[in-house]
T-cell receptor, first 114, second 112 residues
Framework: AQKVTQAQTEISVVEKEDVTLDCVYETRDTTYYLFWYKQPPSGELVFLIRRNSFDEQNEISGRYSWNFQKSTSSFNFTITASQVVDSAVYFCALKDRGAQKLVFGQGTRLTINP | DTAVSQTPKYLVTQMGNDKSIKCEQNLGHDTMYWYKQDSKKFLKIMFSYNNKELIINETVPNRFSPKSPDKAHLNLHINSLELGDSAVYFC???????????FGQGTRLTVV
């Protein structure tokens, strides 16, 4: 069965601090896809990144970086030099190769204080 | 030029009523979805359609009926609304089942 766990329910940091959001997943499939989405206070869901199970390269996009480690079934997300605009709920999600649906984690509410 | 658009954005209605939420995507995607986000922010799949064909019906009460008149549209009709149906409903689409889904802005349904 597929499962995604985001153990951090809420994180609060001061602006310019670095922050890492944890994501641990479970799947029996050998081919799968991992995602991160951002839900700002306005409510929409914004796609951030997709990672395929056969590509363990870490990714950096500006202040955002993602660390994918199959050995620990983790796909963590780090924001460097956080800004108030980064305040949002962040969701990690998993899709097995054979599945037609995203399975989401519980979300982590990130608050960046000025 | 919104990619996935839902209407209405807000819906307040009384118990027992029937309501519909419309969704359209202009991305040329083959697969569309309905997700429900509850008050604790938990997101769960309800339905998935591929080329107008129902692929997933995730144990949703049959008061909920999706309809896909064409690949670009997936509407959600809800009969006999109950208090527990209050949630945010998101429509989404993806080019195929392996790729990321793009979401509409959500419809906040409040049943009173």
């Amino acid at each position: 069965a597929q499962k995604v766990t985001q153990a951090q329910t809420e994180i609060s940091v001061v602006e310019k601090e670095d922050v890492t959001l944890d994501c641990v997943y479970e799947t029996r499939d050998t081919t799968y896809y991992l995602f991160w989405y951002k839900q700002p206070p306005s409510g929409e869901l914004v796609f951030l990144i997709r990672r395929n199970s056969f590509d363990e390269q870490n990714e950096i996009s500006g202040r955002y970086s993602w660390n994918f480690q199959k050995s620990t079934s983790s796909f963590n997300f780090t924001i460097t030099a956080s800004q108030v605009v980064d305040s949002a709920v962040y969701f990690c999600a998993l899709k097995d190769r054979g599945a037609q649906k995203l399975v989401f984690g519980q979300g982590t509410r990130l608050t960046i204080n000025p | 030029d919104t990619a996935v658009s839902q209407t209405p954005k807000y819906l307040v209605t009384q118990m027992g009523n029937d309501k519909s939420i419309k969704c359209e995507q202009n991305l040329g995607h083959d697969t569309m979805y309905w997700y429900k986000q509850d008050s604790k922010k938990f997101l769960k799949i309800m339905f998935s359609y591929n080329n107008k064909e129902l692929i997933i019906n995730e144990t949703v009460p049959n008061r909920f009926s999706p309809k896909s008149p064409d690949k670009a549209h997936l509407n959600l009709h809800i009969n006999s609304l109950e208090l527990g149906d209050s949630a945010v409903y998101f429509c989404a689409s993806s080019s195929d089942r392996h790729t990321e889904a793009f979401f509409g802005q959500g419809t906040r349904l409040t049943v009173v």
